[in-house]
């Protein structure tokens, strides 16, 4: 009996190896630029929350991206990013991040030679402000929204600047406007796997604090090349179609207009802003000021969103 069992259990094995995608570390690392925002460029993560990835098994991260695809291991966070994810995915990240170094080996390299960490060098600096003056224009307060904004970091960046093209850029935008969207996603007006999770245990005091303290913060300027075809449609609109023209609301150079609780537009990445526009037109986004976006997105083509948010991330 005992030979038998060993037996099943030896071709139980080779079918599993056999089975077993190999990972590729080079396209894992191309990959990997989804995980940087939350376990650093190379697994070694900023932030205390999240653990290290560099020099874990591969097979251990691959079985935990299956197990949080199939729901087996439950993350608000880990779902939605594993959900899209592919056998060969999982393998060519595992790969990678088993081949990174760990923290703790870096800190000896470091002690070794007396070169600067690599990750110190991935982190960077940023200068952020932290007055709390701004408690006679804002209802928040920024020093506590500075303190409640570590979480918000990894995708967003420390100071509002996201490095990760998918997630917005928070700094200097309005403090009205960021309140309200972090409101509507505790609703569930606006929706995201994401951020609902985020929200969920903010009080109205957080979300003004959070407000205020991205609102002081620099935005950076937009990076992308202009579009002449976009250019057009973002001051003069479409009269044909009936697409009215983006300065109206958002301003010559994209920066919004507070007041009105509409949006600042520069220094937005591409991928960001054309999920947007594409989430109005198709309605799956819908907490818009009297259905405003979603009646102009639905009369832009493909093209007019593709050169519209070419000439956006123009904007300085």
């Known amino acids: 009996m005992k030979k038998i069992i060993f037996t099943l259990l030896l071709t139980v094995g080779a079918i599993s190896a056999a089975n077993a995608v190999e990972g590729d570390a080079d396209a894992g690392k191309a990959k990997a630029a989804m995980c940087g925002a939350c376990h650093g460029a190379t697994g070694v993560t900023p932030n205390p929350v999240y653990p290290d990835l560099a020099g874990q098994h591969a097979a251990y991260i691959v079985k935990q991206l ?6 087996t291991r439950t993350d608000m966070m880990m779902a939605p990013m594993a959900a899209g994810l592919s056998d060969q995915d999982m393998a060519d990240l595992g790969a990678f991040f088993a081949s990174q170094k760990r923290a703790s080996e870096r800190t000896e390299a470091v002690a070794e030679t007396g070169a600067a960490p690599a990750v110190a060098a991935e982190a960077g600096s940023v200068e952020l402000v932290s007055s709390t003056a701004a408690k006679a224009i804002y209802a928040g307060d920024v020093k506590s929204g500075q303190d409640k904004s570590v979480m918000c970091a990894s995708c967003h960046g420390a100071d509002g600047n996201s490095l990760v093209p998918i997630y917005p850029s928070l700094a200097g935008q309005s403090a009205s406007y960021l309140t309200k969207q972090l409101a509507d996603f505790k609703s569930g ?21 959070l407000g205020a303290f991205f609102a002081v913060q620099a935005a950076k300027a937009g990076t992308g090349e202009s579009s002449t075809i976009g250019q057009k449609l973002y001051f003069g609109g479409d009269a044909k179609k009936g697409v009215t023209a983006c300065i109206a609301c958002h301003g010559v150079k994209g920066k919004g207009m507070a007041q009105a609780g509409f949006p600042a537009l520069a220094g937005q990445s ?30 832009l083509s493909d093209n007019d969103i593709k050169e519209l948010v070419q000439y956006m991330t123009s904007l300085k």
């Open 66 to 71: 299956a197990d949080f695809k199939s729901g």
């Open 189 to 209: 007006d606006r929706k995201d796997p994401v951020m609902a999770g985020m929200v969920a245990a903010l009080s109205e005091k957080d979300m003004q604090d």
């Open 270 to 299: 591409a991928d960001y802003l054309s999920k947007q526009l594409a989430s109005f037109r198709d309605g799956s986004r819908g907490n818009d000021k009297n259905e405003m976006m979603r009646n102009i997105a639905i009369k």
